[in-house]
């Protein structure tokens, strides 16, 4: 079955040290591949996303991505943490050539803790 | 400023009680959405419409439904048969080329039933 899988719940990082959050994918074909951030009772802004090309994609407030197909994953990354980082983070999929609607699938969510 | 506004943002209802949560955007976005947001499980797609008067089900539409009779409007109705109908709920937009790929959200409603 088509599935995304973000395997961590909840993770706590110090402020300044670096950050990696997980996202593996189950699909047929390379999906077109997103993260997206939630702070706490809004909605979800995008932080940055890969169709094709280059598998490093930069995003907004520092934030990067390496699409890796050998490894199904697409994980994000950030060299240093600031506090106002603390959020939760979801990563998304949809499937190419399906109409004009994106119909994302997000995985169950990574909440991020930074400690001062 | 370009946006979706969601209303109400938050919502208390009696069990047996049809709600409608409210959904604009004057972004001049094609396809709409509806998300409902559970803890420990994501988003999950319950409605979209890519067009005025076209709508289709997601993944949970049991004992909800929509309508799509404005480009910018696109109201969610949560009915009595929802069995669990308590959560955050998300409307987004998206423009009609894709390869923007990008869902613009609101601020969420989060209805409790009572």
């Known amino acids: 079955a088509q599935s995304v899988t973000q395997p961590d719940i909840h993770i706590t990082v110090s402020e300044g040290a670096s950050l990696e959050l997980r996202c593996n994918y189950s699909?047929?074909?390379?999906?077109?591949l997103f993260w997206y951030v939630q702070s706490p009772g809004q909605g979800l802004q995008l932080l940055l996303k890969?169709?094709?090309?280059?598998?490093l994609v930069q995003g907004i407030k520092g934030f990067e991505a390496e699409f890796k197909r050998s490894q199904s994953s697409f994980n994000l990354r950030k060299p240093s943490v600031h506090w106002s980082d603390a959020a939760e983070y979801f990563c998304?999929?949809?499937?190419?050539?399906?109409?004009?609607?994106?119909?994302?699938?997000f995985g169950t969510g990574t909440r991020l803790q930074v400690t001062l | 400023d370009g946006g979706i506004t969601q209303s109400p943002k938050y919502l208390f209802r009696k069990e047996g009680q049809n709600v409608t949560l409210s959904c604009e955007q004057n972004?001049?976005?094609?396809?709409m959405y509806w998300y409902r947001q559970d803890p420990g499980q994501g988003l999950r797609l319950i409605y979209y419409?890519?067009?005025?008067?076209?709508?289709q089900k997601g993944d949970i539409a049991e004992g909800y439904s929509v309508s799509r009779e404005k480009k910018e409007s696109f109201p969610l109705t949560v009915t009595s048969a929802q069995k669990n109908p308590t959560a955050f709920y998300l409307c987004?937009?998206?423009?009609?080329?894709?390869?923007?790929?990008?869902?613009?959200f609101g601020e969420g409603s989060r209805l409790t039933v009572l």
């Open positions: 987004a937009s998206s423009p009609r080329d894709r390869a923007t790929g990008e869902l613009f």
């Open positions: 699909y047929g074909a390379t999906p077109y």
């Open positions: 890969y169709f094709s090309g280059d598998t």
């Open positions: 998304a999929v949809d499937l190419p050539n399906t109409g004009t609607a994106s119909k994302l699938t």
């Open positions: 972004l001049n976005h094609d396809a």
């Open positions: 419409s890519q067009i005025v008067n076209d709508f």
